[in-house]
């Protein structure tokens, strides 16, 4: 699923080049890797969690974390569900698709 919008955010963000690689300086950032990034942001500070704190908390990285909130990087699949369980979220609200939390 994550895999499929973010192809088609890159095909609508620039060209897609034969190989199907992007090239980083030709081609934006795609909108759901930079929707993720900030509500990643918004949710840890929400909590007034530290990168540090959410990485030790989920056993990531917290250069993963400021990778993911930066829109440098985008997380796996395992990623964003532990991501999402973590802050009670749906996936579609933690990649920006809908405004509302919908907490579980």
């Not at 918004?42 to 250069?63: F, M, N, P, V």
């Amino acid at each position: 699923m994550f895999a499929q919008m973010l192809q088609d955010a890159k095909l609508q963000s620039g060209p897609v080049y034969s190989s199907g690689l992007l090239k980083a300086k030709e081609v934006k950032i795609c909108r759901i890797t930079q929707n993720f990034g900030r509500r990643l942001v918004e949710l840890r500070e929400s909590q007034s969690l530290t990168q540090y704190q959410l990485s030790d908390k989920l056993g990531i990285k917290r250069s993963a974390i400021s990778h993911y909130e930066k829109a440098r990087r985008q997380p796996d699949f395992e990623t964003l569900v532990k991501l999402a369980d973590y802050f009670k979220v749906s996936l579609d609200y933690l990649l920006g698709r809908e405004e509302a939390t919908h907490e579980r």
